[in-house]
């Protein structure tokens, strides 16, 4: 079961940033627990590696992780998705959340 108010729609100008790099941006993005979800086509698909990570969430299903690399700088396991989310989760279907070194801000 999905946490009470877990999940908000956001209509500003949100940005995923790697060392002043813009790797995504949109004014679409879905929090769930304080993290921003960007939809995957907002996201700058050359700057992501699969990983062979992989972590449960109890309401969210499994998280699958990408390393994010920009100008030969790579944050590893910084963006996550969810490729099959529960449907608890569905809002967060097709969306890359990201954390560790990138920096997500919004206008």
């Not at 969430?57 to 963006?79: H, I, L, N």
């Amino acid at each position: 079961m999905r946490p009470r108010d877990a999940s908000i729609g956001s209509h500003m100008t949100v940005r995923a940033t790697l060392n002043g790099t813009v790797i995504a941006q949109s004014e679409n993005t879905v929090i769930v627990e304080g993290n921003h979800y960007f939809p995957k086509d907002d996201v700058s698909a050359d700057v992501l590696t699969a990983s062979d990570t992989h972590t449960i969430c109890p309401w969210k299903g499994t998280a699958s992780y990408y390393s994010v690399t920009v100008d030969g700088t790579t944050s590893t396991d910084a963006a996550w998705y969810y490729p099959r989310p529960k449907e608890a989760a569905a809002e967060i279907t097709d969306r890359i959340a990201f954390w560790k070194d990138v920096e997500v801000s919004s206008d």
